[in-house]
DNA sequence: GCGTGTCGGGGCGTTAGCGCACAGAAGCGC
DNA sequence: GCGCTTCTGTGCGCTAACGCCCCGACACGC
């Protein structure tokens, strides 16, 4: 089975290789459609795959005590799912759930080490990935302790629109308020105020961003802290360090 | 100046490497001796030298608006100041904060990336480092949400006792509500609780640790959360993943 | 058409933590 | 010994979010 290269760049860190290093990865990597809701990684199991998300989101969410969960990163076609294995480590930390559904690559855990092992360039990128998802987890952890639940799902919304490259997809108040680790009420209370306020529309886990300029300034400057740091992160992805 | 492999190996990451690799990098390392309070590095700014503490402690702090701030992690002669570098970045995401006084290893920064390139033992150990302290990044998020201060400061000062190996140590409760993000008086009503109650005494800024064990009990279950995914981390530091 | 499940909305009392302001107490320099 | 600074304790009104429970509305399958 081969990938065209040119599917496969829709992901950033595969676009940021060198050609002849991103052909010998799309070899070992197979097309996937993920589907709403599935699970791709447990914590404390072992990761059977990494995948590269190319028209697909996937959050990654730690369990606590029972009932209660949190977000702890969200994955589109600007990163990866598995970044554990970059870290010679085996098991996943979280739980990675699909969030929107559609395309992606996906790597047997085994072939990926390896294919790590045999190309600094491949390792470089994905470094300063880890990295961005470090920065972005630690500006979370402030946002999630000091924002209010309003500009916190404005953030997330933009997050997520800037993943799925559509100004709609369906996320019900249930599902975000897991994701935001706050009670659903708390998420139909902000949601209707945005509505009110014509920057989103909703009905029945279908949301749309409507005016995205005025959602911008709706949400925390978490948002974008988070693109300065991601670009910051990302910037000369070919070059080694020693550059 | 030649530093004893007997006073490093009080660091576990250096303790983790072998012999030759450990004596090759001593030689590049300064004792240093670091004051309360001083700053290690700023968000923003290149890191100029990595640390490894090996009797002091180090929180990482990420500043959000102004007056606001936030512990994203804590480090002492377990880990390494200055991740950043192991995922090729020259700048550090946090601001680096000397809370227990005391003596550390440092390096240049240059010398330690090098030093990096040149040993995939290090890289190893430090790449697995790095993913504990990830895990714990999320393990903090979820707490930070959802426990309430009294638990929080538990787990503070268990976590911060495990690095400063001392029953007491400084630290006021202006400190501990930037450390914690919340407000100095929330401090002062958990920290009364817990002397009420003979787990620990305090004054005027040293804190002495009375009952560990039954501090632990009114710490949530995120202690012990941290301590399992950093042993499991850990495991094995010497070994290549390829064995 | 009708039931059933999912989704969104509202109410009500409770609470953890906030912001602010002030007061006592212990250490430190001179 | 005096005064200043740092550290800790208290009081008060406020608010964001909680837990719980129920209702209406829409959608889909039969």
């Avoid at 961005?132 to 402030?142: F, I, K, P, S």
């Avoid at 993943?163 to 706050?182: I, M, N």
């Avoid at 991601?230 to 080694?240: F, G, I, K, L």
Wanted: net charge positive; proline share 5%.
């Amino acid at each position: 089975m081969s990938i065209a290269p040119s599917a496969a760049s829709c992901n950033h860190l595969l676009a940021a290789l060198p050609q002849s290093e991103l052909l010998q990865l799309l070899d070992k990597c197979e097309a996937v459609d993920l589907k709403f809701a599935e699970i791709l990684a447990e914590p404390g199991e072992p990761i059977r795959h990494v995948y590269f998300p190319t028209r697909s989101a996937i959050v990654l969410v730690t369990l606590m005590d029972d009932r209660a969960s949190l977000e702890v990163g969200l994955v589109g076609n600007e990163g990866i799912v598995g970044t554990a294995l970059v870290l010679d480590m085996a098991v996943s930390p979280q739980r990675a759930l699909v969030q929107g559904p559609g395309a992606a690559l996906r790597m047997k855990a085994e072939l990926f080490r390896q294919a790590l092992e045999g190309s600094p360039e491949l390792q470089h990128v994905l470094k300063r990935y880890v990295h961005a998802v470090m920065a972005q987890l630690a500006q979370t952890a402030g946002c999630t302790r000091f924002h209010v639940v309003e500009a916190r799902l404005a953030r997330w919304l933009l997050m997520t629109q800037d993943r799925a490259h559509a100004d709609s997809f369906h996320v019900t108040h249930e599902f975000l308020a897991q994701v935001l680790g706050v009670r659903r009420v708390g998420i139909t209370r902000a949601a209707t105020t945005l509505q009110a306020r014509g920057l989103i529309r909703y009905a029945r886990g279908n949301i749309t961003i409507l005016e995205r300029a005025r959602l911008e300034a709706a949400a925390c400057g978490c948002y974008a802290a988070d693109k300065l740091s991601y670009a910051h992160s990302m910037a000369h992805p070919p070059q080694r360090p020693a550059a």
